[in-house]
């Protein structure tokens, strides 16, 4: 079976990821290659129709939408230029925002600021539900004729010299050991004139891509933050659709970051955290963070008699101007989440890479009229970003992520100096630390009580409101084959018992909100690392994270992972 011929199919424009910025790029490529066809037929522009070109959207995700995950308050800028009529054609939009407020919190008390920063307001935005909007976006490229291949997951780049010349998908139906079962498929490769990158944050392929092309060359390092979400059933009436909340200060003690709350539609509540992964915290666990800020008065008040639904977790691109890569190479392009595009002032990146995926669907389509996919000519896509809303507001907000790092007393007058600056502060550029190397010792952080200190004890389970993290990702409805390769790739497990275990605690068992890293009891004194990865929610904050960049994560089988629906 191993040895049978592997199938191939050639495409005219492929793209890997089904999120909102590639599925954007595909109804976009789509109408401007129907508005040149137009054109050429009434004699508007000379030359040549382009006659029903292939775009193939690859998902890993079983279905589009499973694998979607934010917050999420959603700027519509880029829907109202992708389709105008979004309202009208049944856009899903939990309700606009009409009311919003920020609390700074204590353990027990909160007090309120005395107007919005403008960063956080939100008025004339939409709250959504990502895995919805990525369903209905995947409706409107379908009644285009978009071809969509879900649970098929992008395994490695195909190269041609210099040149990306499509995508290798993984195999399917191989054991554990990597041996082929009964149902072994081999992987497709899929070859393209043009492939576009659209894997959101921490993109394990187009890490592969950035890596061997040297896309990051004079860059900052790409750093991230990582939030964790529930979606809550409350008590009708409890309050009105429309209301955000964001709070800084507790539960988060150690770590720089802030929460969130959406009224969605039908009294289902959003309840997030974010927090920073540049941390100095080994002990930083945003499911224990969200599970105390529920039992915050404020929170309790909002959420009393009401039940969990839905639950999950992600990282959020948070290195934004400073931290995006080369966008471009010979038969590539790379937008949304995959190239950094993230406001991290304002906490919003949707509509960011659904307009880079507007922008490179333009330049795909002068390529296939030009029949020129070099380097050169994709370039242009480059330039549209440096024109357009993307640029001006990541390079805005280009400082923020470190300077906020610092601590809301120490970051306050600086930040003020950026707004003041256009986003300059008092040094541009400042250098900054992988995630990966802001580790400090457990000892140092949390003194001799580590994990017993009192700020690191989770809530009381109650199967409702309150959940440990394995029940927390029953939630996800995550699923993989128990039988198949561990996707999740440990370079030396001796790093991780002889000196990571007691120097920093493991931190991945307490970052990964899915419960898949353990330290188990073994042979002697040392504790092994055991990986649990069919409970795997493809967070990826581990790739990021471990102190001893020891952990990869790629792609397991297609279908594989969460599916999410209301998140």
């Excluded at 659209?198 to 860059?219: M, T, W, Y």
Aim: include cysteine.
């Amino acid at each position: 079976m191993e040895n049978a011929e592997r199938e191939s199919m050639e495409v005219d424009v492929l793209i890997v990821g089904g999120g909102s910025a590639g599925l954007s790029a595909a109804i976009h490529l789509h109408d401007q290659i129907a508005n040149h066809n137009a054109k050429v037929e009434s004699g508007e522009v000379q030359g040549e129709k382009l006659e029903e070109p292939m775009i193939v959207v690859l998902e890993k995700g079983p279905e589009i939408g499973a694998h979607s995950f934010s917050g999420a308050v959603m700027n519509p800028a880029a829907i109202e230029e992708l389709i105008p009529e979004y309202k009208e054609n049944g856009f899903p939009i939990e309700s606009p925002v009409t009311d919003e407020v920020v609390y700074f919190l204590g353990k027990s008390y909160k007090v309120k600021f005395p107007i919005v920063p403008p960063p956080l307001q939100n008025h004339g935005n939409l709250i959504v539900s990502l895995s919805k909007v990525n369903r209905w976006l995947a409706e409107q490229a379908e009644a285009r004729g978009i071809n969509i291949f879900p649970g098929f997951a992008a395994k490695e780049a195909l190269y041609e010299g210099d040149r990306i010349v499509g995508v290798r998908t993984g195999d399917k139906g191989r054991d554990k050991d990597g041996n082929p079962k009964s149902n072994f498929e081999l992987g497709m490769d899929l070859k393209a004139k043009i492939t576009i990158f659209a894997e959101g944050p921490r993109g394990s392929l187009f890490k592969q891509v950035a890596k061997k092309f040297n896309l990051r060359k004079h860059k900052q390092p790409d750093t991230y933050s990582e939030g964790v979400k529930e979606v809550i059933q409350i008590p009708k009436g409890r309050i009105a659709a429309g209301t955000i909340i964001h709070t800084m200060g507790y539960p988060l003690k150690e770590t720089m970051g802030g929460t969130f709350i959406y009224a969605a539609k039908e009294d289902q509540l959003v309840v997030g955290i974010v927090g920073y992964l540049g941390t100095e915290d080994p002990l930083f666990d945003p499911h224990r963070e969200l599970q105390k800020l529920k039992k915050h008065p404020l929170v309790m008040d909002i959420i009393k008699d009401g039940e969990v639904l839905a639950y999950g977790g992600k990282v959020i691109p948070a290195g934004g101007w400073n931290s995006m890569p080369r966008l471009y190479h010979n038969g590539m392009m790379v937008i949304g989440d995959s190239a950094g595009m993230v406001n991290d002032q304002k906490l919003k990146g949707i509509h960011l890479g659904m307009k880079a995926g507007i922008l490179a669907a333009k330049t795909a389509c002068e390529a296939l009229v030009k029949d020129d996919f070099s380097e050169n000519m994709l370039s242009k896509y480059s330039d549209l970003v440096m024109d357009s809303y993307i640029k001006e507001e990541l390079y805005k907000s280009r400082n923020f992520h470190h300077t906020l790092g610092k601590g809301l007393v120490a970051s306050a007058p600086l930040l003020a100096l950026q707004e003041i600056t256009g986003g300059r502060g008092l040094v541009d550029n400042p250098p900054i630390e992988k995630d990966a190397e802001t580790t400090e010792p457990v000892i140092d952080v949390w003194g001799p009580d580590k994990m017993d200190h009192k700020d690191n004890q989770l809530p009381k389970p109650d199967g409702k409101l309150f959940f440990d993290k394995l029940s927390s990702v029953y939630l996800t409805k995550t699923q993989h084959d128990e039988d198949s390769p561990n996707h999740l790739l440990l370079q030396d497990g001796k790093v991780c018992s002889d000196v990571c275990d007691d120097k920093f605690n493991s931190p991945c068992n307490q970052f990964c909100p899915a419960n898949v890293y353990e330290m188990v009891s073994g042979e002697g004194e040392k504790r092994k690392l055991q990986i649990n990865y069919t409970n795997c929610i493809h967070c990826k904050t581990c790739d990021i994270k471990c102190p001893f960049e020891n952990i990869e994560w790629t792609v397991p089988e297609g279908g594989g992972g969460p599916q999410y629906s209301i998140t």
